[in-house]
């Protein structure tokens, strides 16, 4: 019975960890990101010029910017973001 569960406990961590990115790929397959949709909305107002200011901040303020590879690990929580790990989980 404990080779069984420990068998199960085995399998369910590259599990978890297939499905997770899958969720990750799923979430960024919509063409853009979050901030190029705020600036279309932006620009259809008519405040294009500050927007795009702001854009490449937020970006890097997201790390937007990053390798897909280093987003995923931002997102996961086992690299420090861009306000190290206590902003990540406290929503910062």
């Known amino acids: 019975m404990l080779n ?9 961590i590259p599990t978890l960890f297939v499905v997770s990115m899958l969720i990750f790929v799923i979430i960024q397959l919509p063409p ?37 590879i280093e987003q995923y690990a931002i997102w996961m929580g086992i690299w420090p973001g861009p306000n190290g790990f206590s902003g990540l989980l406290q929503g910062d």
């Open 32 to 68: 853009g990101d979050y901030l190029s949709n705020q600036l279309q909305e932006l620009k259809a107002q008519g405040e294009s010029a500050s927007a795009a200011a702001k854009l490449s901040f937020y970006r890097e303020e997201y790390s937007l910017d990053k390798p897909m």
């Open 4 to 12: 069984y569960f420990i068998q199960r406990l085995l399998v369910m």
